[in-house]
Each structure stands twice: as structure tokens, then as C-alpha cells.
T-cell receptor, first 108, second 115 residues
Framework: RKEVEQDPGPFNVPEGATVAFNCTYS??????FFWYRQDCRKEPKLLMS???SGNEDGRFTAQLNRASQYISLLIRDSKLSDSATYLC?????????FGPGTRLSVLP | DTGVSQDPRHKITKRGQNVTFRCDPI?????LYWYRQTLGQGPEFLTY????????KSRLLSDRFSAERPKGSFSTLEIQRTEQGDSAMYLC?????????????FGSGTQLSVL
């Protein structure tokens, strides 16, 4: 079993749709969690940290459920520019462990 | 530019050759990481440094791979006797290394093609 698992994707959604990504992690000692965005042939870029209380940044909402070892990312009113791969990341033991990513295509 | 920089951006080599990549982290960052990424996969951890000390190395890492970070500044990743399976994007990243709120910042990567 991989340490961080994500929805396999790809997700193809129309502009304006709401889309949710799910992620699970296996190491209960994980300290912090993040969502990164990666465009094709580019490096991953930090989208947002994920806190237990849930946090929101504009159209993006991230949730963490430590009991279920589950993380989610919700994108509302999706834009063409949101098309990318979204990577779920768990941080523990000074290491950042990445999931395989979920690819999103927002269609006009 | 104060971000993480990597050199070269692209490297094409023949099987059996040695290659070396360089990474310059964000200047105030103590930790430096190397990852490898293949198409359709997330970044896979290779190794990391806290200042000049190499603290962890992936069990999956072949002994053909070696990394250094002399003086705790830039780092190099060398692959000896390259194989076609080494073709991938090699990503360097850095983080502060002393907070409880660590975040990782990546360079643009080095795309390696082994022919």
C-alpha cells in the first residue's frame, strides 16, 4: 500500500463546476498536510496547507480528518486555468511524501 | 531570483555515462531534498540534507546515485553508469528546516533522457 493515495482521475469537468479530490495517508504520525498543483512539465507549486479545522483560500477549500486519515480539496466555480495535476502531500519525520496526483481538466 | 534553481534544465546522455546535476536552494533554507518524478507519478523521495549532513536516503536508491551538499549550500546529484530506467525529471526542493510549519519549494527540475 502506498503511503499517500489519491483518486486516480482524470477528472474532466465543465467550467463553473465544483470538483472534489480525495486523499488518504497511512502514517498516523504525519504532522502536516498540503496540496500542491503541478502544471504539465513544470515543478509542483504549493497550493495550500491543510489544517484540522479546515481552511479556505478563495475558491479552494481543504479539509483534514485525522481520525480517518483523510484529506480533501474542493474547488468551486472551476476555471480553465485550474487544469493541472493536484498532488496530496503528507509531512512526517522531516520528509514530504507525495501521492501520485489527480489530473484535472476543466473544459470550456 | 531568490527561488530554488537547478542546472541543467535538460540532459541527454548515452547509457553508461555519468551525469551530475546541481541545485541551489533558497538561501536561508537549511534543508534540501532530491526527488525523482516519472510521467503520471508523483515525486518520489530520493534523499535529503540538513545543512551539509545527508540525513536520509531512500532504500530504493541504487548505489549508482550519490548526492553531496558541501558547506551546506548548493547540492549535487550524480548518477553513475546511467541506465534507460534513470530517465526522469529530477527535482530539487528546499525548506527552512527549523520550524514546526515546514513547507517545500521546488526548482524547475532537470529532465534526464538516457538513450
Amino acid at each position: 500500500r502506498k503511503e499517500v493515495e489519491q483518486d486516480p482521475g482524470p477528472f474532466n469537468v465543465p467550467e463553473g463546476a465544483t470538483v472534489a479530490f480525495n486523499c488518504t495517508y497511512s502514517n498516523s504520525a504525519s504532522q502536516s498536510f498540503f496540496w500542491y498543483r503541478q502544471d504539465c512539465r513544470k515543478e509542483p507549486k504549493l497550493l495550500m496547507s491543510v489544517y484540522s479545522s479546515g481552511n479556505e483560500d478563495g475558491r479552494f477549500t481543504a479539509q483534514l480528518n485525522r481520525a480517518s486519515q483523510y484529506i480533501s480539496l474542493l474547488i468551486r466555480d472551476s476555471k480553465l486555468s485550474d487544469s493541472a495535476t493536484y498532488l496530496c502531500v503528507a509531512y512526517y519525520g522531516q520528509n514530504f511524501v507525495f501521492g501520485p496526483g489527480t489530473r484535472l481538466s476543466v473544459l470550456p | 531570483d531568490t527561488g530554488v534553481s537547478q542546472d541543467p534544465r535538460h540532459k541527454i546522455t548515452k547509457r553508461g555515462q555519468n551525469v551530475t546535476f546541481r541545485c541551489d536552494p533558497i538561501s536561508e533554507h537549511n534543508r534540501l531534498y532530491w526527488y525523482r518524478q516519472t510521467l503520471g507519478q508523483g515525486p518520489e523521495f530520493l534523499t535529503y540534507f540538513q545543512n551539509e549532513a545527508q540525513l536520509e536516503k531512500s532504500r530504493l536508491l541504487s548505489d549508482r546515485f550519490s548526492a553531496e551538499r558541501p558547506k551546506g549550500s548548493f547540492s549535487t546529484l550524480e548518477i553513475q553508469r546511467t541506465e534507460q530506467g534513470d530517465s526522469a525529471m529530477y527535482l530539487c526542493a528546499s525548506s527552512l528546516g527549523w520550524t514546526t510549519n515546514e513547507k517545500l519549494f521546488f526548482g524547475s527540475g532537470t529532465q534526464l533522457s538516457v538513450l
